[in-house]
């Protein structure tokens, strides 16, 4: 049994129907979600572009729980004004996507945001240790990043095990944030067994199977049970 205080869901907007937007984005809220997972994709880091400030803003007024704002971008460092403008906001850049990771992390503590840092599939926990005392999060990439719908990769699980391990060495308290093919079902269970404290869910909770109370409440269920 998993306590749901130590569980966050976090609903990704990039699987939402983006005509009715803000009221998909009221109705999670309302459903209970402890953040709003927000992908920002560029073109150039990730094939696909996504939105921009503009649909982040609106995002924002239409909810009050905090943005998980993952940024898919090269050089994130260039638009950090543009995205981390709420201190209650978490602000994800990729290690792979930083020339500079640790002055970024830092611009970021310094504007008052959360930071987390995400990593691809390919990219080994290694990439994140020097600068895990400055970090509140580590996003474990259980796809690879730029497309909603992708199934889990199973071997993520190992990531995060060896992430959980190193954060408890250096006695850190940094989240392990999950994200790609979470279902309600054993990749939510098998992710928070092996160390994950905050599930990002996309088609899971925005679908056509069921309404987004059902989605959210078989989410909540499976982590609680």
């Not at 792979?96 to 504007?111: F, N």
């Amino acid at each position: 049994m998993v306590s749901e205080a130590r569980v966050l869901i976090a609903p990704s907007v990039l699987s939402a129907d983006f005509a009715d937007l803000g009221r998909q984005v009221r109705a999670v809220t309302d459903a209970g979600a402890d953040l709003i997972h927000v992908d920002v994709m560029d073109g150039v880091f990730v094939p696909a572009i996504s939105f921009g400030e503009v649909v982040v803003d609106a995002i924002r007024a239409n909810t009050d729980v905090p943005l998980n704002i993952h940024l898919m971008i090269q050089e994130p460092e260039n638009l950090l004004s543009t995205f981390a403008k709420v201190e209650s906001d978490q602000i994800l850049v990729h290690a792979e996507a930083c020339g500079h990771l640790h002055r970024t992390v830092s611009r970021i503590k310094d504007k008052g945001n959360q930071v987390g840092v995400a990593l691809n599939p390919g990219t080994p926990v290694s990439a994140v240790e020097d600068v895990l005392s400055l970090l509140d999060i580590v996003m474990v990439m259980s796809v690879n990043p730029g497309a909603s719908g992708q199934s889990f990769i199973p071997q993520s699980l190992d990531k995060i095990r060896r992430l959980k391990a190193i954060i408890g060495h250096a006695g850190c308290d940094t989240q392990i944030e999950v994200d790609g093919g979470i279902k309600a079902d054993w990749t939510a269970q098998d992710s928070i067994k092996a160390g994950a404290t905050i599930l990002v869910a996309g088609s899971a909770i925005f679908n056509d199977r069921e309404t987004i109370p059902e989605a959210m409440k078989g989410m909540r269920g499976c982590v609680l049970g």
